[in-house]
């Protein structure tokens, strides 16, 4: 199995441009987590969704950050208009089964500028 | 609610033992995990302790829960310099819908001189 794939890797980006960041998660994992890790905050949920459906989305930041999952195996993250403070590492994750045993993605470095 | 504190840098050497401690205040917590984080990666699940365990040993990795005292430990044997990392302590807790959510700490920077 390839993982969860994220991407993109790296994204450099001017303040107020749009940013998707997008992740694969591994087939067959029916729950599916975006973190932002900061070195001030670390890690911190911002949504999980269970078989598709946003569950829990307390964690983003304001109105500017949204995230959807289509279907099974795919997700987006959206910042519009973007800004120097989300400059963070964002990770995407996937599990399945009540162990809640989380698979990580390599993540996407996003830099504002 | 939850919340997870570890302190957050840890220095050893080559050949001695690390330990990482975590402390968490959920008593409602199932599990508790170790990840650990390379540099440049994502993190990756070292271990993990069902709560009503009190140790668990796996290989160099021995894992310490006192539930009473909301405690966890890991304890990693005769630490090589491939085990420099960003450990996180995180414990899961029934979020409805038959999943679970993970709280995780900030993570303890371990460096390991040779």
């Known amino acids: 199995d390839a993982g969860v794939i994220q991407s993109p890797r790296h994204e450099v980006t001017e303040m107020g441009q749009e940013v998707t960041l997008r992740c694969k998660p591994i087939s067959g994992h029916n729950s599916l987590f975006w973190y932002r890790q900061t070195m001030m905050r670390g890690l911190e949920l911002l949504i999980y969704?269970?078989?598709?459906?946003?569950?829990?989305d307390s964690g983003m930041p304001e109105d500017r950050f949204s995230a959807k999952m289509p279907n099974a195996s795919f997700s987006t993250l959206k910042i519009q208009p973007s800004e120097p403070r989300d400059s963070a590492v964002y990770f995407c994750a996937s599990s399945f089964g009540v162990l809640g045993e989380l698979f990580f993605g390599e993540g996407s470095r996003l830099t504002v500028l | 609610g939850e919340d997870v504190e570890q302190s957050l840098f840890l220095s050893v050497r080559e050949g001695d033992s690390s330990v990482i401690n975590c402390t968490y205040t959920?008593?409602?917590?199932?599990?508790l995990y170790w990840y650990k984080q390379e540099p440049g990666a994502g993190l990756q699940l070292l271990t993990y302790i069902f709560s009503n365990m009190d140790m668990k040993q796996d290989q160099r990795l021995t894992v310490l829960l006192n539930k009473k005292d909301k405690h966890l430990s890991l304890r990693i044997a005769d630490t090589q310099t491939g085990d420099s990392a960003i450990y996180f302590c995180?414990?899961?807790?029934?979020?409805?819908?038959?999943?679970?959510?993970?709280?995780f700490g900030k993570g303890t920077k371990l460096s390991v001189i040779p």
């Open positions: 969704f269970n078989n598709n459906v946003p569950i829990d």
């Open positions: 995180a414990e899961s807790s029934p979020s409805g819908a038959g999943s679970y959510q993970l709280t």
């Open positions: 959920d008593s409602s917590s199932t599990y």
